[in-house]
């Protein structure tokens, strides 16, 4: 056996151990299973989400669209509305 010690911030510690205890788990016995699952799958157990809810690789996605119609909307390749009513008259013509 060893001794792992971490530092943590206290709300989130706080936090952790108030949805361990919802789900029967103490924090030691949430971290041993996080490295249990960990070494059994040779990677991390959970996929991980940015603070938006998307994967790094989908939000880099995203964030490259924005930027692609940002510089399409400068160029004039695409049209800027100021109004749903002018968009709608528009698309009619």
Do not use: C, W
């Amino acid at each position: 056996m060893t001794t792992l010690n971490i530092r943590i911030d206290e709300k989130v510690k706080a936090s952790a151990r108030k949805t361990f205890a919802s789900i029967g788990l103490d924090m030691s016995s949430a971290v041993k299973l996080f490295l249990h699952q960990t070494a059994l799958q040779k990677k991390l157990p959970f996929q991980v989400l940015t603070a938006n809810g998307y994967t790094p690789e989908f939000e880099a996605e995203i964030k490259k669209d924005i930027e692609e119609t940002m510089a399409d909307l400068k160029s004039g390749k695409i049209k800027k509305y100021s109004s749903v009513e002018q968009l709608h008259r528009d698309i009619l013509k």
